[in-house]
């Protein structure tokens, strides 16, 4: 596609429900972040997929967050038990393999835990 | 924390001045990369530094790097009202995963 695609753009869940968030990233990057911004924030780095290599994890806030990227391509970051503390918007990039390389942003996904 | 750190948090000019933020890191970088946010979404990228160049120049946007200091600095000039966004510093750390670490951002405002 032209740019990185997440859905759904907005997502409201009761506490307690899980929801999964997607990003398509742009064809042939190999590189694919998850970002959290609560309101008024920076980035929070969450998680970091680069080519085969194994994930780094480092920035799951707890083990009720998962990602998965299948084939290289789409990731679906996975909220398990969801929490009021949750809400914020979930930001996905993906970039070209190497050091020189520029992210490319979705429009994030809103999400408003209830 | 490997984030950077810009300052200020909030800038407030008028149209026609110039715009300055900072960002500070704490290790050895790759590549320091400056983005723009409208409106709490999408970033869009602005300039990408290396860490063998001193500055950078793009249309009205000039950006600095000292290594010895781990710091850079943003300029715009001739600021605009369009120019009203947060900006964020992002760092691609050397060593391991090269992963791209942001800053808690600068909002600026420019006044008519």
């Known amino acids: 596609g032209a740019g990185v695609s997440q859905s759904p753009s907005n997502k409201v869940t009761e506490k307690g429900k899980d929801v999964e968030l997607r990003c398509d990233p742009i064809?042939?990057?190999?590189?694919l972040y998850w970002y959290r911004q609560s309101l008024g924030q920076g980035l929070e780095f969450l998680i970091y997929?680069?080519?085969?290599?194994?994930?780094?994890k480092s920035g799951l806030p707890s083990d009720r967050f998962s990602a998965e990227r299948t084939g290289g391509s789409v990731s679906t970051l996975t909220i398990q038990r969801t929490q009021q503390e949750d809400s914020a918007v979930y930001l996905c990039?993906?970039?070209?393999?190497?050091?020189?390389?520029?992210?490319?942003f979705g429009q994030g996904t809103r999400l408003t835990v209830v | 924390s490997q984030q950077g750190e810009e300052d200020p948090q909030a800038l407030s000019i008028q149209e026609g001045e110039n715009a300055t933020m900072n960002c500070s890191y704490k290790?050895?970088?790759?590549?320091l990369q400056w983005y723009r946010q409208n409106s709490g979404r999408g970033l869009v990228h602005l300039i990408l530094?290396?860490?063998?160049?001193r500055e950078k120049h793009s249309g009205r946007l000039r950006v600095t790097l000292d290594t010895s200091k781990k710091s850079s600095s943003l300029l715009i000039t001739a600021s605009r009202a369009a120019d009203t966004a947060s900006y964020f510093c992002?760092?691609?750390?050397?060593?391991?995963?090269?992963?791209?670490?942001f800053g808690a951002g600068t909002r600026l405002a420019v006044h008519p």
């Open positions: 990039a993906s970039s070209l393999e190497g050091l020189a390389a520029e992210a490319f």
């Open positions: 064809s042939g990057h190999t590189a």
């Open positions: 997929f680069q080519g085969n290599s194994a994930p780094d």
């Open positions: 290790t050895s970088i790759n590549n």
């Open positions: 530094i290396r860490s063998n160049e």
């Open positions: 992002a760092t691609l750390f050397s060593g391991g995963y090269n992963k791209l670490i």
